[in-house]
């Protein structure tokens, strides 16, 4: 009693779903066919999608155009979408129409335009549902590299398909009597029918123009998929060049080595006070997903004027979040000084530091969306200095002496915030 009962209750929730998956649309018998197709050819295979016969020629357009999409996107099979060299070789075999080709022609125009398989395929109505076959071929040998059927229900897109575009039935060969033309007749017989041989292949040459594929806007990059174009990979990867230009408010800090020198305290620093700013004027050039990057640089502040290059790159593949990391080569000229306050007599004491840098690693933070981004930077500048005491006494007028104390080598920290625009 209980397994009648199983057995009603899968018949009625899960019988309709099993005939469902059976009769399938043709965007998903499409898919289905072009999975199939990827589990028996070799990644890499070259192949072309040569015909798929029906009764109307929007429908097979649409199926060719749709599996070379397929394949493009969900495979790592490589499909031939340029199919100039297909009507050459139609041209020479004079064939005028696709539905004219065989298994064994097939093989053969595969061979020839250098592919390694070649698929074809058919869609015909059989009672309420319509029967979709696709079967590949390898060129080589003519061996059937797989075949599949599948059963296709009428949706609105298959019956817009259906809809226009017929395909019309061939041209039926003229017997011409001799008794019934003069010879002037069969010439013009005979032109007429050159005529119709031109005009059916200039349309074969437009049907084949509208086969072509061009590479979607979410394909996979030309490492993920070989078959895709570089410039289709360029495009995902945001492959331009930009102009540059960056502001910012930067701020440094001297690192010298201290007087009372210890091992866990060997420096001592000081800050430029007010900050400065700085101004970036260069380019990014696109190079495979990161853009080769040449920046003039200049800063300017209280103390401060430098002006250099940065040398470096720029990650491209994201529009939203980008890195920059490089070289700043060039002079800057940083001068630092502290003052102190005796308590004893009107002596003041001072230090006074210059500062010639030459350049350092640099590297930048960029969140934002083109063209405008915010940009968090860190650098390092590196150097040497020279330092000098100062004794001002008060009560001789204001006199001040000033004797050099040391030279020596510096490092320049900068924190900077600002915006830069790409254009």
């Known amino acids: 009693m209980i397994k009648k009962i199983y057995t009603v209750l899968f018949a009625v929730f899960f019988a309709p779903m099993v005939t469902f998956s059976q009769n399938l649309t043709i965007d998903e018998a499409v898919s289905e066919s072009v999975k199939y197709f990827s589990t028996k050819l070799k990644a890499g295979t070259k192949v072309i999608v040569l015909n798929v016969e029906s009764e109307s020629k929007n429908l097979s357009d649409y ?30 075999k004079n064939i005028n129409d696709l539905n004219e080709i065989g298994e064994t022609m097939a093989v053969q125009i595969g061979k020839e335009i250098g592919t390694s398989s070649v698929i074809l395929g058919s869609i015909s109505k059989l009672g309420e549902i319509y029967r979709f076959r696709i079967q590949a071929l390898n060129t080589a040998d003519g061996q059937i590299l797989g075949i599949q059927s599948l059963n296709v229900r009428q949706d609105d897109v298959l019956a817009d398909l259906l809809k226009g575009g017929k395909t019309s039935a061939k041209p039926e060969q003229t017997i011409i009597s ?16 050159q005529n119709a041989n031109a005009n059916a292949r200039a349309r074969l040459e437009a049907k084949m123009e509208s086969r072509s594929v061009s590479a979607p806007q979410n394909a996979k990059t030309h490492e993920e998929n070989p078959n895709i174009t570089r410039a289709a990979a360029d495009k995902k990867d945001d492959g331009k060049s930009y102009f540059l230009l960056s502001i910012k408010f930067q701020q440094f800090n001297n690192y010298y ?5 210890t ?24 190079n495979e997903g990161k853009g080769n990057t040449v920046i003039g640089l200049t800063d300017w502040g209280p103390g401060l004027f430098g002006a250099g290059v940065f040398l470096g790159r720029t990650t491209l593949k994201s529009k939203i979040f ?20 005796s308590s004893i007599g009107n002596i003041a004491y001072g230090r006074l530091r210059e500062n010639a840098m030459f350049g350092g690693p640099h ?12 940009s968090f930077g860190l650098k390092t500048y590196f150097g040497s200095y020279s330092e000098y005491d100062m004794k001002l006494w008060h009560a001789s007028e204001g006199s001040l002496n000033l004797t050099e104390n040391k030279t020596g080598f510096t490092a320049m920290p900068v924190i900077n915030i600002g915006l830069t625009f790409t254009f």
């Open 63 to 92: 199926i060719i155009e749709e599996t070379n999409t397929f394949i493009m996107n969900d495979t790592k099979l490589s499909p031939v979408v340029n199919r100039s060299g297909l009507s050459n070789v139609l041209k020479e």
């Open 257 to 261: 080595p201290s007087d009372n020198s």
């Open 263 to 286: 091992y866990l305290y060997p420096y001592e620093s000081n800050s430029v006070f007010p900050g400065s700013f700085n101004l970036e004027i260069g380019g990014i050039q696109y």
């Open 322 to 341: 980008r890195f920059r990391y490089g070289v700043d080569f060039g002079f800057w000229g940083i001068i630092t000084q502290t003052l102190e306050v």
């Open 178 to 193: 001799e008794e019934a033309t003069t010879p002037d007749e069969t010439i013009d017989e005979t032109d007429d029918s």
């Open 363 to 374: 590297i930048n933070f960029l969140l934002g969306y083109n063209p405008v981004y915010f």
